[in-house]
T-cell receptor, first 116, second 113 residues
Framework: AQSVSQHNHHVILSEAASLELGCNYS??????LFWYVQYPGQHLQLLLK??????LVKGIKGFEAEFIKSKFSFNLRKPSVQWSDTAEYFC??????????????FGKGTKLSVKP | DGGITQSPKYLFRKEGQNVTLSCEQNLNHDAMYWYRQDPGQGLRLIYYSQIVNDFQKGDIAEGYSVSREKKESFPLTVTSAQKNPTAFYLC????????????FGQGTRLTVV
């Protein structure tokens, strides 16, 4: 079965600091990878996704993520965070050709607090 | 205005009662999902459906039931067999199961007293 690990439960940064949130998954085959964000009081929305091709993926609001197949990782990065980035971030993985094609599996989330 | 509508936003029920959460989408998506979100636990998959009249159990299906009689609707019933039903429930849909991104509704916060 697939699983997703997000190593940081809560990250606190000052504005303009750089951000890297870790995400590792366990599945040996082809995967689709996603980062979602949940701003306070709002619904989950997609930040970025990786299906194939260039392993460095750029998303909205200056976020990017790098897929490293050998490390089973899909870490999220942002060079300079803003107070408005305060939110909870979820990594998710799906194995489109695996036995459970419908399973979009989420990590436990990382809360990011940015101090102004 | 396309999207996913969950209703109600807040729901209170007495212990032992079944309750049904509504989820409607007008995105013409084939796949629909129900997740449960608890603090520190992320999103856990309850049920998903790839097509009308078909659905599959997720990781925590016990105490829940679903139906998919119409493409646009995927209601979730929280039964009295669910040991800890108080939670935030999220519905999502995607064009194709697992091959496109999922879009989420605003969620329903269920409190059982």
């Amino acid at each position: 079965a697939q699983s997703v690990s997000q190593h940081n439960h809560h990250v606190i940064l000052s504005e303009a600091a750089s951000l890297e949130l870790g995400c590792n998954y366990s599945y040996g085959g082809t995967v689709n990878l996603f980062w979602y964000v949940q701003y306070p009081g709002q619904h989950l929305q997609l930040l970025l996704k990786y299906f194939s091709g260039d392993p460095l993926v750029k998303g909205i609001k200056g976020f990017e993520a790098e897929f490293i197949k050998s490390k089973f990782s899909f870490n999220l990065r942002k060079p300079s965070v803003q107070w408005s980035d305060t939110a909870e971030y979820f990594c998710a993985v799906n194995a489109p050709y695996g036995g459970s094609q419908g399973n979009l599996i989420f990590g436990k989330g990382t809360k990011l607090s940015v101090k102004p | 205005d396309g999207g996913i509508t969950q209703s109600p936003k807040y729901l209170f029920r007495k212990e032992g009662q079944n309750v049904t959460l509504s989820c409607e989408q007008n995105l013409n998506h084939d796949a629909m999902y129900w997740y449960r979100q608890d603090p520190g636990q992320g999103l856990r998959l309850i049920y998903y459906s790839q097509i009308v009249n078909d659905f599959q159990k997720g990781d925590i299906a016990e105490g829940y039931s679903v139906s998919r009689e119409k493409k646009e609707s995927f209601p979730l019933t929280v039964t009295s067999a669910q040991k800890n039903p108080t939670a935030f429930y999220l519905c999502a849909s995607s064009a194709q199961t697992g091959r496109t991104e999922a879009f989420f509704g605003q969620g329903t916060r269920l409190t059982v007293v």
